[in-house]
């Protein structure tokens, strides 16, 4: 991996921050543009830029021109400040320096609407929380042209590998959150469920951040050490803004938390590195960062009142788009209890399958279902063909399929996309969701009935499941 980065200041522990973080070769270039030096860029070949115009400079670039080249653009925001020539008129005046800032974030934005090779990252966010003393130190600027201290440097470069990490598919999925003292105040099975607190300090805050990310498609889950009747049944309490049916995974029982996890992990047919886990006590947490580390685990300050804030710091759930489908998941995975009832009660796989009364619609790939075909390329590493990733912009205009998918208990929504150049499948990728339902054969006979195609499958860390699909299908390939 190779990431190029642009700065009009001295961009040295910037450098460093990004290849710390990123893991990626990192080649900087100081006061200078991308197409300045278009011939050494396109030498280094990129996976991606990262263009940071400073406020400190005062130079205010326009990021625009160098969208032409063909790279992924991360470019930050301009930190707020003020010379505090205006006072509160600052906002008012066109030409001062608090006005000109907000009018390149604004324009920032309004490229970045229109061409989605660009991504924002929201430096102005991260000084508001570090604080300007944390992120700025003006002797730096003076002496070296250094517009972050090391730790403004290290807080940017997490953001920046955070968005870069979503683009290729490395996201969070799945908050599992653990109930007593943490969802609410109390021990339900001393208080009873009527006699636990949902006003608890930290506590209605932290449930509205759980009700927002379900709203944008992460699944809840639940991981308790507790009887589950009498956990259920603290879950109904009217306090509380939140409903059983509102988690895709329930576990509560006294067995170790990890074995919860992993549990939960292969009911929602994730990897582990899907899950974020919550918990107020630290000797739960310490234990799930021992025995999975893929887990994301954030630590929570001893007062539940600035747990919202904290974790809202964190950035665990970094995304590269939302789409409509993502909406749809709580409510499939909510159906898939009266699949997995209808699997128990099916004499085979077979029938199951049969009974299911499965349809698969294909659309052609276009304008209305590129930004999902694109975000489950991101996504999907199970059923990742070749393992290639796009963004949206690299699929305008190619020729391809999006698959939608329903059943007599649901509609999946759009769960596989397939990239075609001539007659061979570039790209093709199936959400987890859409497995083991014999998915794959329904959108091979499709393709078939279009014409003659061959495929071919690239081995990646996880999507061995796919390597004997074509054999299988008696589809031509290579790999």
Request: hydrophobic share 45%; aromatic share 6%.
């Given at each position: ?28 270039w100081g006061f200078a543009s991308p197409l300045a030096v278009r011939a050494e860029l396109e030498a280094f070949a990129p996976d991606a830029v990262v263009l940071w115009v400073c406020a400190e400079a005062g130079r205010f ?180 803004g939140l409903r059983p049916e509102d988690f895709a995974a329930f576990e509560a029982d006294w067995g170790p938390k990890p074995a919860m996890l992993r549990r939960i992990a292969e009911r929602l047919h994730v990897g582990l590195d899907a899950l974020v886990f919550v918990d107020d006590r630290p000797e739960q947490r310490a234990q799930v960062r021992a025995a999975l580390p893929q887990v994301a685990v954030p ?181």
């Open positions: 991996m190779r990431l190029a980065l642009f700065a009009d200041s001295a961009p040295q522990l910037l450098e460093r921050a990004l290849a710390k973080r990123t893991g990626a070769e990192v080649r900087a670039a326009d990021v625009g021109p160098a969208l032409a080249l063909p790279y992924r653009f991360f470019v930050p925001t301009l930190v707020t400040r003020d010379d505090g020539t205006l006072g509160a008129h600052a906002l008012l005046c066109p030409g001062s320096l608090r006005r000109r800032i907000l009018g390149w974030n604004a324009r920032l934005l309004a490229l970045a609407e229109a061409h989605p090779n660009l991504i924002p990252i929201d430096l102005d966010l991260i000084q508001a929380r570090l604080g300007r003393g944390a992120t700025f130190d003006a002797r730096l600027w003076e002496a070296a042209a250094l517009a972050l201290t090391p730790v403004g440097a290290d807080a940017l470069a997490k953001a920046v590998a955070d968005a870069w990490a979503a683009r290729l598919g490395q996201v969070r999925k799945v908050l599992v959150t653990d109930l007593d003292d943490t969802l609410w105040g109390g021990i339900v099975s001393e208080v009873g469920p009527e006699a636990i607190d949902p006003d608890a300090p930290g506590r209605a805050a932290y449930r509205a951040w759980l009700r927002a990310l379900a709203a944008r498609g992460v699944l809840l889950a639940v991981a308790s050490h507790n009887d589950a009747p009498v956990a259920r049944a603290a879950l109904a309490h009217p306090g509380l630590e929570l300050p001893a007062d539940p009142a600035l747990w919202p804030e904290a974790l809202a710091a964190e950035n665990l759930f970094e995304t590269a788009q939302v789409t409509a489908d993502d909406r749809l998941r709580a409510q499939s995975l909510r159906d898939d209890a009266a699949r997995a009832e209808a699997a128990a009660e099916a004499p085979s796989p077979e029938a199951y399958l049969a009974d299911l009364r499965q349809t698969l619609a294909p659309e052609p790939l276009g304008p209305a279902n590129l930004a999902r075909a694109a975000q489950l390329t991101q996504r999907c590493n199970q059923f990742n063909m070749r393992g290639t990733r796009h963004t949206e912009a690299e699929l305008a205009g190619k020729r391809g399929w999006v698959y939608r998918l329903s059943d007599r208990f649901g509609d999946l929504g759009i769960v596989s996309a397939v990239v075609l150049e001539g007659d061979f499948i570039e790209t093709w990728v199936i959400s987890c969701r859409a497995l083991n339902r014999g998915v794959e054969r329904l959108i091979l006979d499709h393709l078939r009935a279009q014409g003659p195609i061959r495929g071919e499958y690239v081995p990646t860390p996880r999507n061995a499941r796919c390597a004997a699909v074509y054999a299988e299908n008696g589809v031509p390939h290579g790999s």
